[in-house]
Structure formats: structure tokens, C-alpha cells
């Protein structure tokens, strides 16, 4: 398996399509494709165009190649970001992930079909990646080449990419401190906690985000969408823009909370 470092400013995508894949991931109709591989102690996620989010850790197996098997639905776009030291703020080291194919390279893919990655040898130590801000987050892509189905996706306009730089928004530094936008609750510097209708930063508006948290449950059977610890049936503000439940407006771009219990509301228990 080829792996090769990339300049992020320097990815692109080799197909362009019109449309990208929708729906839920609890579709039962979905069909799944299993990206697989070994890596050496890892979070990988993938960031898919509907919003919703997929996640596992790799199986320590006791040796330096711990294997990982992740299902995303192979109908929809996603990217895959991977993090070493997961658990420590401090010395975790977060690598995204490109893509090589016959047809060209790039970070936002459709799986057609099961992917066997291979060995990843991704770093382990934030002295090994380009990291300008220092937050941890690699400047450069890990492009991997593959064998079997895959379709890369190229946009003109990525929610999940507004500058182009192909990295994902939710680990972009939007105001160059120390903290990706994941782990700052100020991502533009200005000194106000960020309140707006993108909880998890990944660039899908709540409106159109199948899972509003990206705690890998869809909004339709999560009874807490702004991860606060606070259930929404008791929750005053259940997607935390600020405007309490009962003032909080549907008809504005905001599809998070509504005034009536009884409207078919995944943010709402009827009582």
C-alpha cells in the first residue's frame, strides 16, 4: 500500500459530480461499504455530506498494528480524519486523510465497495507532522493509495471545506490560537462563546445536519442534540443558539427547537 504526504493546499479532487449522496444513516435500505486497515492506536472518524458522523477505535491487539474496521453508507460523500493519542488534549496528533485512485487524489470520497486501507503509519508525536498553529492538527494530508471502488468528489462550494484548503472546518484554526475549532469555544478570537446554528462545526448547517452533535446519533433518535448533558424534554434551549425554547422561532433558519410538543419534532418529548 503507496502512502504519500501531500500539501493540503494541493489536493484536488479528479471527478466531479453533480449531486452527493443524502439521507440517514439509519436507513435500513442504506447500503454500508467497511473501511478497513491497521494503524498504530487510533480514532478514525469519518465526516460524511449529510452531516452524520462515524467513529471507532482500533483493536489493540498487542501488537504495532492494530486493526480497525469502520461502516460508513456507501451512498454518501465522506472524508476520513485520523487521531492519535486520542485521549490526550495535549499530545494528540490528528492526520487527515487523502485518497489516491487511477483517476486522481482528494479527501471527499464515495465507497462503492469495501476498502482495505492497509497499514496506516500514521504519527505518533506532534514533533513528526507540519503543525503551524501547534493545536495538534497536521498541516499536511496522509494521501493513501487504493485499490477497488471508490468515486472522488470534488465541490465547488464545500460546506465542510469553505476555504478550500482540504481540511475539514471542524479541525480548521479559524483565528491561528493553539485550538483547533473542534476544541475552541471561540473559534473566531473575538472574545464571545460561539452560539449559531452549526453545533458540531462540521459545516452542515442544523437545518440540513442529520446529527446536529456528531455524537454518531441522528437526531431522530438522540434526546440530547446540543450535547449539553441536559435531555431536550427538560432542556430550555435544545440547540443552544441562545433563544429559549418557547420564544425560539422554526420558521428562521433554525430547525432545532419548536414551539409546539406535538409537531413530529426529533428535538422534543411531547408531555
Known sequence: M??????????????????????????????????????????IEAFCSDGSYYSVKSTDNGTTEHPFELEIPSNLSCRLVMTTNEDDNATKVVTPIGI????????????????????IDLPMSRDDINDTEGDGVSDDILSISVDGEVILIELENDPMDVDGDGLLNVYDNDDNDTLCNRDDDDDDGDGIVDIDNDLDDDGIDNAADVDDDNDGLTDDVDDDDDNDGLTDDVD??????????????????????????????DNNTTV
Not at 489516491?100 to 497499514?119: C, K, P, R, V, W
Not at 430550555?236 to 418557547?246: E, H, I, K, Q, R
Not at 420564544?247 to 406535538?262: H, S
Request: with cysteine; net charge negative.
Open 2 to 43: 503507496k502512502i504519500n504526504s501531500l500539501k493540503l493546499a494541493a489536493i484536488t479532487a479528479a471527478l466531479t459530480l453533480a449531486g452527493c449522496g443524502g439521507g440517514s444513516s439509519t436507513t435500513s435500505t442504506t447500503q454500508i461499504s467497511k473501511i478497513s486497515g491497521t494503524v498504530p492506536g487510533t480514532l
Open 236 to 265: 430550555d434551549d435544545d440547540d443552544n443558539d441562545g433563544l429559549p425554547d418557547d420564544v425560539d422561532d422554526d420558521n428562521l433558519e433554525d430547525d432545532n427547537n419548536t414551539t409546539d410538543d406535538n409537531l413530529e419534532d
Open 100 to 119: 489516491i485512485t487511477t483517476d486522481g487524489n482528494g479527501t471527499l470520497f464515495q465507497a462503492a465497495e469495501d476498502i482495505d486501507l492497509g497499514y
